[in-house]
């Protein structure tokens, strides 16, 4: 068998590749990659959650606090509080955001580059909110360990920054389907929420992610089946009106959530010590006499499906949970919020189920087949994520006899919080022109390629001023543009058609335009010249599109290398290519 040249396996070919919008193998083998990263991650980080539990909690369950006295548990939130200020007191403003909200930041704005200090951080305060008692879930930090350190890994081997985009989509992913053993709801989740698209090309790697992910997770803790309720079923139609009217409550609540955890701004009049004791002292009032608001809330929400709670405890856990983690969140601390609104709705739907069996209890279907409801539909009206929802819905409890019912509270409820309470996404950031950047379909469409499968190759590099020879010399690689380079430090380099040149040498003998030093300005030669801006080589289009109009050039030249002394213009981008790719795209943006 005649053997492969190397170059077909070498670093720079398979970058090439990613640069296109259909370099599907490549991205599958980093989503496979990514899956198994994550995977490592979310195991340790749980593995972390376990022994910060043994030194203090009962049985060294991180979710225990029901087994501490009500003094211990009610100081335990403003000591995580005082933990939580101490260590991001000492970072910049920029370094404080972690979470579901940054990893979106970050792949809007920066390209899906994450700061390390972030992610440090992340582990501190992920770890801290848990153990200590605060009402936050291990969602955020599942997601944003995973997509920095898959993102981070495409920094490391300098991919182009489409791939980039791909890989934090595949750490969201792995990392949800990791920590609950829902590989479906975590594609779902990165691409309807953190991306904000759907293509091909994004969701087979994305699926391999999720599923490696899964994989390392079910190797070392089995097949867990928290809330596995395979023999529940709606039983009448009849109860579907009044799984309208709970929807409709548990979107109204969504709503509320929206709007109290928005309300920081109110707040920045006050020191971040006197907003986090505040936080800290809510929630540790509340536990005095409810611990179960505390910590991520599984097993709540376990004991919840099985008709263990009482009526108080479910108020408690439904409007109390709720109402601390929407609080935290205004005050500024970085707890994650899927979790706690997840077993909030459960805790709700309960409520209503309960409800309903006193108004019709002949044909009323138990209180589980609510909760398990409002799982779903509080997920769905907060995040704005239906798909996600029901996803997420099917994959804990494993029975498809809710799907109907579900699909229509998810609707009702993310209706309600969206039109009555006019909330959009929790994680979704409005611009000041109604329209987040990722929703922007140029933006998507230009984000999923980077400048090398669209820029010009041929080209050659010259000074200003050359001799006829030396511009014979440079015309015989038969280039499209010729980069005439500055010597000026506050001049942009210029690009000049090279048929322009050879039509002017055509025209012209040898004594035209030729100065005392016998050579010719290439300034002067009539022809088209364009004003150029440097721009790295694993720049998305997007980039490249933001940066023609922030320079107001009519090109980019792309610089390969990362030293001064060694970066040398592999390409030409100009607007036009640009317009071209989006027009005549085969991918077109739905």
């Not at 009500?70 to 335990?76: D, E, Y």
């Not at 309720?229 to 009849?238: I, P, R």
């Not at 209706?415 to 933006?443: A, E, K, N």
């Not at 055509?506 to 030093?517: F, P, R, T």
């Amino acid at each position: 068998m005649p053997r492969l040249p190397l170059s077909l396996y070498s670093m720079d070919r398979f970058r090439r590749r990613l640069a296109s919008v259909d370099a599907l193998p490549q991205l599958c083998v980093l989503g496979v990659v990514s899956g198994l990263i994550t995977g490592g991650l979310m195991v340790g980080f749980r593995l972390l959650l376990a022994l910060g539990a043994m030194t203090f909690l009962p049985d060294g369950n991180p979710e225990a606090f029901e087994g501490l006295a009500p003094t211990a548990r009610a100081l335990l939130p403003l000591l995580a509080v005082a933990l939580i200020g101490l260590w991001l007191w000492r970072q910049p403003v920029a370094g404080r955001q972690i979470g579901v909200a940054h990893v979106i930041s970050r792949l809007t704005y920066h390209q899906g580059r994450f700061p390390l200090r972030n992610w440090l951080a992340q582990w501190w305060v992920g770890l801290i909110s848990v153990l200590g008692g605060l009402s936050a879930g291990r969602e955020g930090p599942a997601i944003h360990l995973g997509a920095a350190a898959c993102s981070g890994l495409g920094q490391r081997l300098r991919l182009p920054h489409n791939s980039l985009r791909v890989l934090v989509a595949c750490g969201t992913a792995a990392g949800i389907s990791a920590s609950f053993n829902t590989p479906i709801a975590g594609v779902i989740f990165a691409m309807e929420v953190v991306m904000m698209e759907y293509t091909i090309t994004g969701f087979m790697p994305v699926i391999l992610a999720s599923t490696m992910g899964a994989v390392v997770a079910q190797a070392v803790y089995g097949f867990e089946r928290p809330f596995q309720e395979t023999g529940v079923a709606l039983g009448s139609l009849f109860n579907l009106p009044w799984i309208v009217v709970s929807a409709l409550v548990i979107g109204l609540l969504a709503g509320l959530f929206v709007r109290v955890a928005r309300s920081g701004v109110r707040l920045d009049g006050l020191p971040m010590a006197a907003r986090f004791a505040l936080a800290g002292s809510l929630v540790g009032a509340v536990a005095w006499w409810y611990p179960q608001v505390q910590g991520m809330g599984y097993d709540t929400l376990g004991l919840t499906l099985a008709g263990e709670l009482s009526l108080d405890v479910l108020l408690a856990v439904a409007i109390g949970k709720l109402l601390l983690t929407a609080g935290a969140v205004a005050c500024g601390i970085p707890v994650s919020i899927i979790g706690p609104i997840v077993v909030a709705g459960g805790a709700a739907g309960a409520l209503c189920g309960l409800l309903g069996a006193q108004l019709m209890p002949a044909l009323a279907a138990g209180p589980e087949v609510y909760a398990m409801l409002g799982m779903a539909a509080m997920m769905g009206a907060v995040l704005q994520a239906p798909l996600a929802a029901l996803m997420a819905l099917l994959e804990l409890t494993h029975n498809p006899n809710l799907i109907l019912p579900g699909m229509l509270a998810v609707v009702v409820a993310g209706l309600t919080s969206r039109q009555l309470c006019g909330c959009d996404g929790f994680f979704i950031s409005v611009t000041r022109h109604g329209l987040h950047p990722l929703q922007q379909p140029l933006m998507q469409a230009l984000s999923r390629v980077s400048v090398p499968a669209v820029m010009e190759r041929d080209l050659v590099r010259t000074g200003r001023r050359v001799t006829r020879e030396q511009a014979s010399a440079l015309l015989e690689a038969k280039p499209v543009w010729v980069v005439i380079e500055s010597t000026s430090a506050d001049r942009s380099a210029l690009a000049l058609k090279a048929a322009d040149l050879a039509r002017w040498m055509l025209e012209h003998d040898d004594d035209d335009k030729i100065g005392k030093d016998g050579k010719l300005d290439l300034l002067e030669i009539p022809g088209q010249r364009l004003d150029m801006a440097p721009i790295h080589l694993q720049a998305t289009l997007s980039e490249a599109f933001i940066r023609l109009n922030d320079k107001a050039v009519d090109a980019l030249y792309v610089e390969h290398g990362h030293r001064p002394k060694q970066k040398r213009i592999s390409g030409i981008i100009t607007r036009d290519a640009i317009e071209r790719y989006y027009r005549y795209s085969d991918t077109p943006p739905a």
